[in-house]
Every structure is written in structure tokens, then in C-alpha cells.
């Protein structure tokens, strides 16, 4: 498997809950042999509305954080230029969803002409479940249960891909994050029902699968997707690519090997490899 991650790069200079500079990861990058990395720095939010918590604590508004996204996108663009033949970096971001993002990302996607977006839903009913266990209990609480829970995502995740689809869907089964059960959580009828939709539409838009190996770092056994997921996704021709999802130099290439047998299991066809890098399938936007 040729060394690339599509879903990566997420530095403390541009990120709050991340660590290190953007130029250190992706030397990092380099240093392990990389031959393309996607940066892909989370989106500003529309609002203060849809700041995070530690962001609240740390006095951000929405403005400063869409100026800091401004300089990211620069950064990037600079680096890209510094490693040009010796590395492929594409220059994305990572979606939210939730009211107001569809135009939003338009908008963030053309003014910053973006090579691609990963898209991603970290949130449900508008309401954040993966910042904390207490927030993730406290949404399955308000939704009546892991299972409508588990619903909403899914439901959330198809409305996100056939309005801004994304390049890249990030950690499909984002949703398992804190059920120990999630096996079984996954197979109840009307949430399988709609994994194979998603997966579905996830084909039908030309979508490339993330796995993302940071579910490696949070104790998980299996990287988002989990293995019956990803034979479903095989099954359909959809193509993967790693993500370590890194959020400073250490993380950088977390789990590679892992993600690289678990490619090899669902099987040749599935793994993208340099299929991705090797033409540019993310063609950036025009202004």
C-alpha cells in the first residue's frame, strides 16, 4: 500500500485541540516516507453559534476563527510549493454539519479554492457527540437511545454527502465512538438499513472511503470503518484510502500496517493505493 493519507494534517498552529506547527507535521510526513498527504484543518464555524466548547473557553469567535482559516489555507499553499516533487500535499478541510453548512462549504470551497473536502458530521440534531463521554451520552439521552441516535447520524451523514459531496467521507462510523456495543448497535434493522444507503450513496457521488486509524489512538480494536462495514463497501467498489487523522508530528502515520492488512483482507480491488495521487481527481476548484 503506497504511503498517502487523505485525512490528515490537523496542527496546533490552526487547530485548538491539536498540537505542533503545520510545517512539523508535514516534514513529518516526509520523514516517514509519504508520497502525498492530504491536509485537511477543520472548517471554520458559520457562527458562534457552532463554536466548541474549548473554543468558547478560549474566547474565539467564529470571525477570528474564518481569518485563522485564511491563514492556514496560505501556509499550505506555501508548503505545497516547498515539497513540490518530493511530495504531493493536497490542500483540503474537514466538514461539519449541521444548519447552514451546505451553503457554507460552497462558499469556503470556492473562496479558498480547495482541492477537495472530507466530509465529515461530529455533530446530531445540532448537537455535538463526539467532544466529550458526557457529551455523547447526553445526545443519545435527547434522542431517546444509542439506537435513534445511531439513526440520526446516519440520517445526518446522507443529508451532508448529496449536499457538499465530499471527495473523501470521513470516519463513516464516527457514531460507535463510546458503545462498547457497537456491533450490535450497528446490525439493529433500521440503522443497517441505512449504513448500506450511505454506503451507497457513498459510491453513487465517487466518494473515496476513509480509514481512519485514530480510532486506533481513542482504544478502539477497529479503525472507522470497522471490518463488516468495509466488506459491504468492498462488495460495492468503493474505494478507501488510509487516514491517520493526526493532530501533531507523533500521530503522523499512526496505524499504518494495521489499516494496510485490514485493506488486504476486503481485498485488491477495494484498495486505492496510489490510485488517488497519481492524477488529480481532486482538481481545484476556479474562482
Same mark, same amino acid.
Given at each position: 500500500?503506497k504511503?498517502?493519507? *487523505?485525512?490528515g494534517?490537523? /496542527?496546533?498552529?490552526?487547530c485548538?485541540?491539536?498540537r !505542533?506547527? *503545520?510545517?512539523?507535521?508535514?516534514?513529518?510526513?516526509?520523514a516517514?516516507?509519504?508520497?502525498?498527504?492530504?491536509l485537511?484543518?477543520?472548517m471554520?464555524?458559520l /457562527?458562534?453559534a =457552532?463554536?466548541?466548547? !474549548? +473554543?468558547? +473557553?478560549?474566547? %474565539?469567535?467564529?470571525? =477570528?476563527m474564518?481569518? @485563522?482559516?485564511?491563514?492556514?489555507?496560505?501556509?499550505? %499553499?506555501?508548503l505545497? %510549493?516547498?515539497?513540490?516533487?518530493r511530495?504531493r500535499?493536497?490542500?483540503?478541510?474537514?466538514s461539519?454539519w449541521?444548519?447552514?453548512? &451546505?451553503?457554507w462549504?460552497a462558499?469556503? @470551497?470556492? +473562496?479558498h479554492a *480547495?482541492?477537495?473536502?472530507?466530509?465529515?458530521v461530529?455533530?446530531?440534531?445540532?448537537?455535538?457527540?463526539?467532544?466529550?463521554?458526557?457529551?455523547y451520552?447526553?445526545a443519545a439521552d %435527547?434522542?431517546g437511545g444509542?439506537?435513534?441516535?445511531y439513526?440520526?447520524y446516519?440520517?445526518?451523514?446522507?443529508?451532508?454527502?448529496?449536499?457538499?459531496?465530499? +471527495?473523501?467521507? &470521513?470516519?463513516?462510523?464516527?457514531? @460507535?465512538?463510546?458503545d462498547?456495543?457497537?456491533?450490535?448497535?450497528?446490525?439493529?434493522?433500521?440503522?443497517?438499513r441505512?449504513v448500506m444507503r450511505?454506503?451507497?450513496c457513498?459510491?453513487d457521488?465517487?466518494?473515496?472511503l476513509?480509514?481512519?486509524?485514530?480510532?486506533?489512538?481513542k482504544?478502539?480494536a477497529?479503525p472507522?470503518?470497522? $471490518?463488516?462495514?468495509?466488506? #459491504?463497501?468492498s462488495?460495492?467498489?468503493? @474505494?478507501?484510502?488510509? $487516514? !491517520?487523522?493526526?493532530?501533531?508530528?507523533e500521530d503522523? &502515520?499512526?496505524?499504518?500496517?494495521?489499516v494496510?492488512?485490514l485493506?488486504g483482507?476486503?481485498g485488491?480491488?477495494?484498495?486505492?493505493?496510489?490510485?488517488?495521487?497519481a492524477?488529480p481527481? #481532486?482538481?481545484?476548484?476556479?474562482?
Open positions: 500500500m504511503r498517502i493519507s *487523505l485525512h494534517g490537523h /496542527s496546533g498552529q490552526f485548538d485541540h491539536a !505542533d506547527t *503545520l510545517a512539523e507535521i508535514v516534514a513529518a510526513y516526509y516517514a516516507g509519504f508520497e502525498c498527504v492530504g485537511t484543518e477543520h471554520p464555524p /457562527s458562534d =457552532w463554536l466548541y466548547p !474549548d +473554543e468558547v +473557553e478560549l474566547a %474565539r469567535t467564529a470571525a =477570528w474564518q481569518e @485563522r482559516f485564511a491563514r492556514y489555507v496560505a501556509e499550505a %499553499r506555501r505545497e %510549493r516547498e515539497y513540490a516533487g511530495m500535499i493536497l490542500v483540503g478541510m474537514e461539519e449541521y444548519p447552514g453548512c &451546505g451553503e462549504v462558499r469556503l @470551497r470556492r +473562496e *480547495l482541492d477537495y473536502v472530507v466530509g465529515s461530529h455533530h446530531v440534531d445540532g448537537q455535538c457527540f463526539d467532544y466529550s463521554k458526557e457529551a451520552a447526553d %435527547r434522542l444509542l439506537e435513534p441516535m439513526q440520526a446516519f440520517d445526518s451523514q446522507l443529508a451532508m454527502m448529496q449536499a457538499i459531496k465530499p +471527495e473523501v467521507v &470521513g470516519h463513516f462510523d464516527l457514531i @460507535r465512538l463510546h462498547p456495543n457497537y456491533p450490535d448497535t450497528l446490525a439493529k434493522p433500521e440503522v443497517l441505512r450511505n454506503l451507497e457513498v459510491r457521488i465517487g466518494a473515496v476513509d480509514i481512519n486509524a485514530r480510532a486506533f489512538l482504544g478502539q477497529e472507522y470503518v470497522c $471490518g463488516f462495514i468495509l466488506e #459491504f463497501a462488495g460495492m467498489g468503493i @474505494r478507501f484510502a488510509y $487516514g !491517520d487523522d493526526a493532530h501533531g508530528a503522523v &502515520g499512526f496505524g499504518f500496517e494495521k494496510g492488512a485493506l483482507y476486503a485488491d480491488q477495494s484498495v486505492i493505493s496510489c490510485e488517488v495521487q492524477k481527481v #481532486f482538481s481545484r476548484p476556479t474562482k
